[in-house]
Protein backbone atom coordinates (compact mmCIF):
# COMPACT_ATOMS: atom_id res chain seq x y z
CA UNK A 1 0.00 0.00 0.00
CA UNK A 2 1.23 3.62 -0.86
CA UNK A 3 0.13 5.12 2.09
CA UNK A 4 0.34 3.02 5.42
CA UNK A 5 0.87 5.47 8.23
CA UNK A 6 -0.23 8.75 6.40
CA UNK A 7 -3.33 11.08 6.88
CA UNK A 8 -5.55 12.49 4.16
CA UNK A 9 -7.26 15.31 3.43
CA UNK A 10 -9.50 15.92 0.53
CA UNK A 11 -12.20 18.72 0.05
CA UNK A 12 -15.12 18.51 -1.98
CA UNK A 13 -14.97 14.72 -1.74
CA UNK A 14 -18.75 13.66 -0.87
CA UNK A 15 -18.80 12.90 -4.87
CA UNK A 16 -17.40 13.05 -8.03
CA UNK A 17 -13.87 13.43 -8.40
CA UNK A 18 -12.95 13.91 -4.52
CA UNK A 19 -15.01 11.05 -3.95
CA UNK A 20 -12.92 9.01 -6.21
CA UNK A 21 -9.70 10.31 -5.13
CA UNK A 22 -10.92 9.65 -1.16
CA UNK A 23 -11.79 5.97 -1.43
CA UNK A 24 -8.33 5.28 -3.43
CA UNK A 25 -6.40 6.84 -0.69
CA UNK A 26 -8.11 5.55 1.71
CA UNK A 27 -7.93 1.77 -0.24
CA UNK A 28 -3.89 2.71 -0.31
CA UNK A 29 -3.95 3.09 3.88
CA UNK A 30 -4.30 6.63 4.10
CA UNK A 31 -6.64 7.95 7.47
CA UNK A 32 -8.90 10.14 4.69
CA UNK A 33 -10.42 13.49 6.62
CA UNK A 34 -13.02 13.80 3.99
CA UNK A 35 -15.03 17.39 3.71
CA UNK A 36 -17.94 18.71 1.58
CA UNK A 37 -20.65 20.65 2.11
CA UNK A 38 -22.81 18.21 1.62
CA UNK A 39 -22.88 16.82 5.28
CA UNK A 40 -25.23 13.57 4.16
CA UNK A 41 -22.71 12.61 0.83
CA UNK A 42 -19.62 13.30 2.86
CA UNK A 43 -20.69 11.00 5.44
CA UNK A 44 -21.27 8.09 3.18
CA UNK A 45 -18.24 8.41 1.57
CA UNK A 46 -16.72 7.58 5.03
CA UNK A 47 -19.08 4.78 5.73
CA UNK A 48 -17.97 3.12 2.56
CA UNK A 49 -14.39 3.28 3.41
CA UNK A 50 -15.13 2.52 7.11
CA UNK A 51 -17.42 -0.32 5.60
CA UNK A 52 -14.33 -1.41 3.40
CA UNK A 53 -12.46 -1.70 6.67
CA UNK A 54 -10.31 1.72 5.75
CA UNK A 55 -9.78 4.85 8.02
CA UNK A 56 -12.22 7.61 7.29
CA UNK A 57 -13.69 10.75 9.35
CA UNK A 58 -15.93 13.77 8.11
CA UNK A 59 -15.84 17.63 8.38
CA UNK A 60 -18.00 19.98 7.16
CA UNK A 61 -15.92 22.59 4.92
CA UNK A 62 -17.23 25.26 2.64
CA UNK A 63 -13.89 26.39 0.84
CA UNK A 64 -15.62 29.70 0.73
CA UNK A 65 -15.13 29.92 4.56
CA UNK A 66 -12.03 30.83 5.54
CA UNK A 67 -12.74 29.49 8.99
CA UNK A 68 -13.54 26.14 7.32
CA UNK A 69 -10.26 26.01 5.74
CA UNK A 70 -8.65 26.63 8.43
CA UNK A 71 -10.19 24.09 10.47
CA UNK A 72 -9.47 20.86 8.63
CA UNK A 73 -6.03 20.73 9.17
CA UNK A 74 -6.58 20.76 12.84
CA UNK A 75 -9.24 18.53 12.55
CA UNK A 76 -7.49 16.01 10.62
CA UNK A 77 -4.72 16.06 13.82
CA UNK A 78 -6.99 15.54 16.19
CA UNK A 79 -8.72 12.87 14.64
CA UNK A 80 -5.75 10.75 13.14
CA UNK A 81 -2.85 12.24 14.66
CA UNK A 82 -1.17 14.56 11.53
CA UNK A 83 -1.24 15.36 8.53
CA UNK A 84 1.13 14.35 5.10
CA UNK A 85 -1.23 14.55 2.12
CA UNK A 86 -3.60 17.18 0.88
CA UNK A 87 -6.10 17.25 -2.39
CA UNK A 88 -7.54 20.64 -3.16
CA UNK A 89 -10.08 19.40 -5.20
CA UNK A 90 -13.18 22.13 -4.57
CA UNK A 91 -14.55 23.78 -7.71
CA UNK A 92 -17.44 25.26 -8.90
CA UNK A 93 -18.68 26.90 -12.61
CA UNK A 94 -20.87 29.29 -13.42
CA UNK A 95 -23.67 29.46 -16.30
CA UNK A 96 -21.61 30.01 -19.66
CA UNK A 97 -21.89 33.92 -20.78
CA UNK A 98 -20.33 36.51 -22.51
CA UNK A 99 -17.91 38.40 -20.42
CA UNK A 100 -20.47 41.56 -20.24
CA UNK A 101 -23.12 39.59 -18.90
CA UNK A 102 -21.38 38.43 -16.49
CA UNK A 103 -22.22 39.70 -12.91
CA UNK A 104 -19.56 40.75 -9.76
CA UNK A 105 -21.11 38.28 -7.72
CA UNK A 106 -21.08 35.94 -9.97
CA UNK A 107 -17.12 36.47 -10.41
CA UNK A 108 -17.00 36.55 -6.57
CA UNK A 109 -18.97 33.08 -5.93
CA UNK A 110 -16.46 31.12 -8.34
CA UNK A 111 -13.89 33.18 -7.57
CA UNK A 112 -13.81 32.42 -3.08
CA UNK A 113 -14.41 28.55 -3.82
CA UNK A 114 -12.42 28.04 -6.53
CA UNK A 115 -9.14 30.03 -6.06
CA UNK A 116 -9.38 31.98 -2.52
CA UNK A 117 -10.44 28.72 -1.25
CA UNK A 118 -7.25 26.90 -2.96
CA UNK A 119 -5.18 29.65 -1.69
CA UNK A 120 -6.27 29.61 2.18
CA UNK A 121 -6.08 25.78 1.98
CA UNK A 122 -2.66 26.01 0.87
CA UNK A 123 -1.57 28.68 3.35
CA UNK A 124 -2.78 26.13 6.60
CA UNK A 125 -1.57 22.79 4.71
CA UNK A 126 2.06 24.32 4.18
CA UNK A 127 2.29 26.03 7.27
CA UNK A 128 1.87 22.16 8.90
CA UNK A 129 4.07 20.64 6.89
CA UNK A 130 6.88 22.78 7.03
CA UNK A 131 6.98 22.18 10.66
CA UNK A 132 5.97 18.82 10.63
CA UNK A 133 8.64 17.08 8.29
CA UNK A 134 6.80 18.03 4.79
CA UNK A 135 4.01 16.58 2.86
CA UNK A 136 2.50 16.57 -0.37
CA UNK A 137 -0.31 18.85 -2.21
CA UNK A 138 -2.53 18.21 -5.24
CA UNK A 139 -4.69 20.84 -6.28
CA UNK A 140 -7.46 20.15 -8.96
CA UNK A 141 -6.86 22.66 -12.30
CA UNK A 142 -8.52 22.12 -15.45
CA UNK A 143 -7.92 22.47 -18.74
CA UNK A 144 -9.53 25.71 -18.07
CA UNK A 145 -6.39 26.43 -16.36
CA UNK A 146 -3.73 26.14 -19.51
CA UNK A 147 -5.91 26.95 -22.27
CA UNK A 148 -8.48 29.34 -23.19
CA UNK A 149 -12.14 29.40 -22.17
CA UNK A 150 -14.80 31.35 -24.12
CA UNK A 151 -18.08 31.95 -22.17
CA UNK A 152 -16.56 30.57 -19.25
CA UNK A 153 -14.19 33.63 -17.91
CA UNK A 154 -14.54 33.63 -14.09
CA UNK A 155 -14.18 29.62 -14.22
CA UNK A 156 -11.15 29.72 -16.58
CA UNK A 157 -9.48 32.49 -15.00
CA UNK A 158 -9.86 30.54 -11.08
CA UNK A 159 -8.06 27.73 -12.48
CA UNK A 160 -5.30 29.70 -14.32
CA UNK A 161 -5.36 31.10 -10.45
CA UNK A 162 -4.67 27.82 -9.36
CA UNK A 163 -2.38 26.80 -11.65
CA UNK A 164 -0.12 30.00 -10.73
CA UNK A 165 -0.62 29.08 -7.17
CA UNK A 166 0.37 25.52 -7.82
CA UNK A 167 3.82 26.33 -9.57
CA UNK A 168 4.79 29.28 -7.60
CA UNK A 169 3.93 27.75 -4.00
CA UNK A 170 5.82 24.44 -5.34
CA UNK A 171 8.69 26.80 -5.91
CA UNK A 172 8.87 28.50 -2.99
CA UNK A 173 8.83 25.08 -0.82
CA UNK A 174 10.80 22.88 -3.14
CA UNK A 175 13.80 22.70 -1.35
CA UNK A 176 11.65 21.48 2.47
CA UNK A 177 10.49 18.38 1.83
CA UNK A 178 7.12 19.67 0.29
CA UNK A 179 5.91 18.51 -3.05
CA UNK A 180 2.76 20.59 -5.09
CA UNK A 181 1.33 19.82 -8.22
CA UNK A 182 -2.11 19.85 -9.96
CA UNK A 183 -4.07 18.01 -12.18
CA UNK A 184 -5.63 19.51 -15.07
CA UNK A 185 -8.76 17.20 -15.87
CA UNK A 186 -10.62 17.13 -19.24
CA UNK A 187 -14.40 16.44 -19.86
CA UNK A 188 -15.35 14.21 -16.60
CA UNK A 189 -18.59 12.28 -16.19
CA UNK A 190 -19.22 13.35 -12.82
CA UNK A 191 -22.74 14.77 -11.87
CA UNK A 192 -22.79 17.92 -13.92
CA UNK A 193 -21.87 16.07 -17.03
CA UNK A 194 -23.89 13.26 -16.65
CA UNK A 195 -26.83 15.14 -15.91
CA UNK A 196 -26.48 16.31 -19.40
CA UNK A 197 -28.80 15.58 -22.18
CA UNK A 198 -27.03 12.57 -24.36
CA UNK A 199 -26.68 14.30 -27.44
CA UNK A 200 -24.66 17.12 -25.51
CA UNK A 201 -22.58 14.28 -23.68
CA UNK A 202 -21.66 12.99 -27.07
CA UNK A 203 -20.60 16.18 -28.47
CA UNK A 204 -18.19 16.60 -25.24
CA UNK A 205 -17.31 13.07 -26.08
CA UNK A 206 -16.43 13.92 -29.60
CA UNK A 207 -14.28 17.02 -29.18
CA UNK A 208 -11.93 14.18 -27.13
CA UNK A 209 -9.19 12.77 -29.20
CA UNK A 210 -9.82 9.27 -27.22
CA UNK A 211 -14.07 9.94 -28.33
CA UNK A 212 -15.16 9.17 -24.53
CA UNK A 213 -15.04 11.27 -21.29
CA UNK A 214 -12.67 10.56 -18.72
CA UNK A 215 -14.30 8.75 -15.66
CA UNK A 216 -13.49 10.23 -11.91
CA UNK A 217 -11.01 7.29 -11.30
CA UNK A 218 -8.40 8.23 -13.61
CA UNK A 219 -8.60 11.77 -12.26
CA UNK A 220 -8.03 9.31 -8.57
CA UNK A 221 -5.12 7.15 -10.23
CA UNK A 222 -3.29 10.75 -11.39
CA UNK A 223 -3.35 12.23 -8.18
CA UNK A 224 -2.73 9.05 -6.36
CA UNK A 225 0.56 8.96 -8.26
CA UNK A 226 1.11 12.76 -7.82
CA UNK A 227 0.78 12.37 -3.87
CA UNK A 228 2.85 9.42 -3.71
CA UNK A 229 6.79 8.93 -3.46
CA UNK A 230 6.77 7.27 -7.08
CA UNK A 231 6.55 11.09 -7.92
CA UNK A 232 8.89 11.88 -5.37
CA UNK A 233 11.01 14.08 -8.26
CA UNK A 234 7.74 15.94 -9.63
CA UNK A 235 7.40 19.53 -8.11
CA UNK A 236 5.33 22.46 -9.95
CA UNK A 237 3.62 20.35 -12.50
CA UNK A 238 0.13 20.51 -14.14
CA UNK A 239 -0.76 17.55 -15.37
CA UNK A 240 -3.76 17.43 -17.97
CA UNK A 241 -5.57 13.63 -17.64
CA UNK A 242 -7.46 14.96 -21.00
CA UNK A 243 -7.37 11.72 -23.12
CA UNK A 244 -5.28 13.93 -25.32
CA UNK A 245 -7.62 16.90 -25.51
CA UNK A 246 -5.01 20.15 -24.45
CA UNK A 247 -2.82 18.94 -27.97
CA UNK A 248 -5.77 18.57 -30.08
N1 LIG B 1 -16.06 17.09 -13.97
C1 LIG B 1 -15.30 17.67 -14.87
O1 LIG B 1 -15.46 17.49 -16.08
C2 LIG B 1 -14.15 18.55 -14.42
C3 LIG B 1 -13.26 19.02 -15.40
C4 LIG B 1 -12.20 19.83 -15.01
C5 LIG B 1 -12.03 20.17 -13.68
N2 LIG B 1 -12.93 19.72 -12.76
C6 LIG B 1 -12.71 20.12 -11.39
O2 LIG B 1 -12.70 18.98 -10.56
C7 LIG B 1 -13.15 19.32 -9.24
C8 LIG B 1 -14.24 18.36 -8.82
O3 LIG B 1 -15.23 18.38 -9.83
P1 LIG B 1 -16.45 17.34 -9.84
O4 LIG B 1 -16.98 17.33 -11.25
O5 LIG B 1 -16.05 16.07 -9.19
O6 LIG B 1 -17.47 18.13 -8.91
P2 LIG B 1 -18.99 17.83 -8.54
O7 LIG B 1 -19.82 18.90 -9.21
O8 LIG B 1 -19.31 16.40 -8.82
O9 LIG B 1 -19.00 18.16 -6.97
C9 LIG B 1 -18.20 17.46 -6.07
C10 LIG B 1 -18.51 17.92 -4.67
O10 LIG B 1 -18.19 19.31 -4.47
C11 LIG B 1 -18.93 19.74 -3.36
N3 LIG B 1 -18.86 21.20 -3.22
C12 LIG B 1 -19.49 22.15 -3.97
N4 LIG B 1 -19.19 23.38 -3.51
C13 LIG B 1 -18.35 23.22 -2.45
C14 LIG B 1 -17.71 24.12 -1.55
N5 LIG B 1 -17.89 25.44 -1.64
N6 LIG B 1 -16.91 23.61 -0.57
C15 LIG B 1 -16.74 22.28 -0.45
N7 LIG B 1 -17.33 21.36 -1.27
C16 LIG B 1 -18.13 21.83 -2.26
C17 LIG B 1 -20.31 19.20 -3.69
O11 LIG B 1 -21.16 19.16 -2.53
C18 LIG B 1 -20.00 17.81 -4.24
O12 LIG B 1 -20.10 16.80 -3.25
C19 LIG B 1 -13.58 20.79 -9.33
O13 LIG B 1 -12.53 21.62 -8.88
C20 LIG B 1 -13.81 21.01 -10.81
O14 LIG B 1 -13.64 22.36 -11.19
C21 LIG B 1 -13.98 18.92 -13.10
Do not use: C
Request: cysteine-free.
Amino acid sequence: MLFEDKVALVTAAGAGIGEAIALRLAAEGAAVVVSDVNDAAGQSVVDAIISAGGKAAYMHANVAEPDDVNALVSFAVESFGGLHLAVNNAGIGAMPKPVQDVTDAEWDRVMNVNLRGTFIAMKAQVKHFSANGGGAIVNTASLAGISSTPLLTPYGASKHGVVSLTRSVAIENASKGIRINAVAPGAIETASLASLPEDARAGYAAQVPMKRLGQAHEIANAVIWLLSDEASFVTGVVLPVDGGTVNA
